[in-house]
């Protein structure tokens, strides 16, 4: 796959910062300027340095070489702190592109993607392949810029033998594209192979209690040892293709100079040139082959940089969720009707909604019961707009919910479901997640979910840090900050999905008083296989294979005598 495109991409995120780019470029150009004075230098010390009536004092030679060195060392130096300023600005667009790239993508794409691989993707990708083209930038401004005022100056002493040393060019060239293809087979291999590596120890560390629970630890040794042999042996065999372009230059290079000096030489002698000329031209031509042996390993960074960056690109071009609707709904009041839904997902066997349809009024609590597989959670899934239906519509206060902008629909539901997901800050911070911090207004939304008690005996009350997915909290604690999380966003609708399945007797019958004094002024959702949570909802709903079969109070069904008090009397109510 070509490169081009993706160096056109990474260029676009280099241009808001050309500035530093155009000064680094300035800073290498100064410092260039000063590499022919080298061999000048040399020929007056060898012609004229060593006449006993000398045209300038000793002293002259230290001060002019230190001060030449000098010169370019603060050039050096200017040139590749800019550059370095510019790659860290780079980055850090890069990586926020990155991450609004993967906040805004399609819902596929995480089924595809591992949390291990969407790190290295948005943190070590953009480092990795920006420095290693950053690296290349520089070695090109440091010897290319230098070797361009060489090959002018030794064009302007010797335009003869300076032609000549240009014939080595194109085999150096010619050799090293040949290589460059081989280290671009081996880099896209080692990258995808190190993918994979980061894909397997994102699933040991997430899944960590079930290989502990299966013993599977030494499966999970042998599948990260192949994963890892792969990454090494691809990294061996990028690493051997780049380690080729070095010898292979320096043996077409260590031709041609023993050939140009020993014309050099019989050019000398012909003419009578002087031992100042000779080691001026020499002298000059060393250091041109010096920084052109650089700039022949340029390549290997270039095309490793690129290939990283491809996988960045491939993330960027990832596509975003479809969001059709465009109008805003600030603050709905709660209504929802679903009209004959159909949903049927991708390779699936049967319909997961088969047209369902049930009403919910504003601020009443509905539960939704039935065996797995009945539609419960696709319901919940379609409600937030996370799936489409094939048929029927849903409206919310009577406005289609398909003419809603996704971010409009979605803050109108506070969600707690049994797959908790914390994150690795203070208890305020999660329970006000993506809010402005109110010390107050948590504190009320932790006490009606049974967990301020709890957090008034952490170290640091509501700023104690609760680890990665509140790995120092137990299960039901989880659960409970989730739900304050729930509570505290305060959304006219709120959905509970198997929320109360870890709570203990105590703890779930405070979070039902809390619902209880929502009731009538929130819309609720509930999800339970509890008989004690759906007890007092306002209408039960029972679900089976993707349509409402039956509705009514806890009561009203049970004197029905049919698919609920089935359900009761297996003692799965939900």
């Not at 009443?364 to 696709?378: C, F, I, N, R, Y």
């Not at 509890?530 to 007092?536: D, E, G, I, Y």
């Amino acid at each position: 796959m070509p490169l081009k495109p993706t160096a056109l991409r990474v260029l676009n995120f280099v241009k808001p910062h050309r500035r530093g780019l155009v000064a680094a470029v300035g800073a290498y150009v100064l410092a260039a300027c000063t590499e022919p004075l080298i061999p000048k230098l040399l020929k007056v010390a060898l012609d004229e340095g060593f006449a006993k009536e000398a045209p300038f004092p000793l002293w002259w030679v230290p001060v002019v070489l230190i001060g030449l060195f000098l010169l370019r060392g603060v050039f050096s130096f200017l040139g590749q702190y800019l550059l370095h300023w510019t790659i860290g600005r780079t980055v850090y667009d890069l990586r926020r592109a990155l991450l609004d790239a993967l906040l805004r993508a399609d819902a596929k794409v995480y089924t595809q993607m591992s949390g291990g691989a969407a790190v290295t993707k948005v943190v070590g990708d953009p480092q990795q392949s920006i420095h290693l083209l950053g690296t290349a930038c520089i070695t090109v401004l440091r010897d290319g810029l230098p070797a361009v005022a060489m090959l002018g100056y030794l064009l302007y002493i010797n335009w003869k033998l300076t032609l000549l040393t240009l014939v080595t060019l194109p085999v150096m060239s010619w050799v090293l594209k040949k290589v460059n293809r081989r280290v671009r087979q081996t880099g896209s291999r080692a990258y995808d192979a190190q993918i994979h590596l980061s894909g397997v120890v994102d699933d040991i560390a997430r899944a960590w209690k079930l290989v502990r629970s299966f013993n599977a630890a030494p499966f999970e040794r042998e599948r990260f040892a192949q994963a890892a042999a792969a990454v090494r042996s691809n990294a061996l065999k990028q690493t051997a293709a780049n380690a080729l372009a070095q010898p292979l230059s320096q043996m077409v290079a260590s031709v041609g100079i023993s050939v140009i000096v020993s014309m050099a030489l019989f050019q000398g002698r012909a003419t009578g040139a002087t031992p100042g000329e000779f080691v001026e031209f020499v002298g000059g031509l060393l250091l041109l082959m010096s920084r052109a042996r650089h700039l022949a390993e340029v390549a290997q960074p270039i095309t490793n940089g690129l290939i990283v960056a491809r996988g960045c690109m491939d993330l960027l071009d990832t596509p975003a969720e479809a969001d059709p609707g465009r109008q805003v709904l600030e603050r709905a009041r709660g209504d929802l009707a679903l009209e004959n839904l159909q949903l049927t997902y991708p390779g699936a066997a049967a319909p997961a909604l088969n047209g369902l349809s049930l009403t919910v009024r504003a601020g009443e609590t509905v539960a939704l019961v039935g065996p797995s597989g009945a539609g419960k959670s696709t319901v919940i899934h379609l409600l937030q707009g996370f799936a489409e239906p094939q048929g029927g519509r849903f409206t919310l206060d009577g406005v289609d919910a398909a003419t809603l902008t996704r971010a409009s629909l979605r803050t109108q539901f506070a969600v707690v479901s049994q797959d908790i997901v914390l994150f690795d800050d203070s208890v305020l911070a999660n329970v006000a997640y993506a809010q402005a911090p109110d010390v107050a207004r948590a504190e009320a939304a932790l006490k009606d979910a049974a967990l301020w008690d709890f957090v008034q005996t952490l170290p640091q009350g509501l700023h104690t840090r609760i680890g990665n997915n509140g790995s120092t909290l137990s299960g039901g604690q989880r659960q409970r900050l989730a739900i304050a999380r729930a509570l505290y966003r305060d959304a006219p609708i709120w959905i509970f999905d198997e929320a109360t399945s870890a709570l203990d007797t105590e703890s779930e019958r405070a979070v039902q008083d809390a619902l209880a004094r929502q009731q009538g002024h929130k819309t609720l959702i509930l999800i339970a296989h509890r008989l004690s949570t759906v007890r007092h909802a306002d209408c039960i709903h029972v679900l089976q294979a993707g349509r409402v079969v039956e509705s009514g109070t806890h009561a009203e069904l049970l004197a029905q005598g049919g698919a609920y008090a089935a359900l009761v009397s297996l003692g799965d109510e939900g």
